[in-house]
């Protein structure tokens, strides 16, 4: 069955951060130097890097596959995702009704910066039978380029803070993957009753989760 934003939503995105619009587009170029044999470890790498993406979008019945310029226009036309530009956000996710995680509860915003592309998951789920929240960020390219980059996340509210710092993961292992091994800042609902910032509607949990993603300086000797 395909699983449902059924009742989880993003409110209004709380105003940038201050450094968030220093945000710049930095394209990197690498330059190969090859011998002749290095040639062929070369073509196997350009065969990789050719290999086209499954969709990243949560849930199993989408079957599209293609270069991630394809699958940004594919995830903004057919699944409707939003784009966000540069290096910090900060989002409140609202839960109408956490009283209920039957549903597949799931949201994916993307992050554009350092002219790469980022996958945010927020989900509610039960981890054996206690429900929880996790949020991470994946990378939309191959795995040996998400890990020159970092990411913080955040989850703030009512004089209390968790702060969780990772590595984001290629999109070649799947959303389901990434949750499923835990690889992000958790958070048992319990917990997140303490960060709700607005308890005013007493069905509603709102958290408020900021972060941040920078690429590690390259290791020079
Ligand atoms: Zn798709
Ligand atoms: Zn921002």
């Not at 699983?3 to 989880?8: E, F």
């Not at 996958?119 to 960020?137: N, Q, S, V």
């Not at 980059?149 to 070649?172: A, C, D, H, M």
Request: a neutral charge; proline letters at 4%; hydrophobic letters at 35%.
């Amino acid at each position: 069955m395909e699983p449902r934003i059924h009742d989880l939503q993003i409110e209004s995105p709380v105003p940038e951060l201050l450094d968030s619009s220093v945000c710049t587009n930095q394209v990197f170029s690498a330059t190969y130097q090859c011998s002749n044999d290095h040639i062929e470890e070369l073509n196997i790498e350009n065969n990789l890097a050719k290999k086209p993406y499954n969709c990243p979008y949560y849930g199993s019945k989408c079957n599209v596959t293609g270069d991630v310029h394809w699958l940004l226009l594919h995830l903004r036309n057919d699944h409707s995702v939003e784009m966000h530009d540069g290096r910090c956000f900060s989002h409140r996710y609202v839960h109408h009704n956490p009283k209920h995680l039957h549903h597949a509860t799931k949201m994916l915003t993307l992050l554009d910066c350092f002219g790469r592309q980022f996958c945010l998951y927020f989900e509610a789920f039960h981890l054996r039978k206690t429900p929880m929240y996790i949020a991470f960020m994946q990378f939309m390219g191959d795995e040996e380029e998400a890990m020159s980059f970092s990411y913080t996340l955040e989850v703030s509210g009512n004089g209390r803070k968790l702060t969780w710092q990772g590595v984001p993961r290629s999109i070649r292992d799947s959303h389901k993957m990434v949750r499923d091994s835990q690889d992000g800042l958790l958070i048992t609902r319990k917990l997140a009753l303490f960060f709700s910032t607005d308890n005013t509607a007493n069905n509603e949990l709102k958290l408020k989760i900021s972060g941040r993603v920078w690429r590690e300086q390259p290791i020079s000797n």
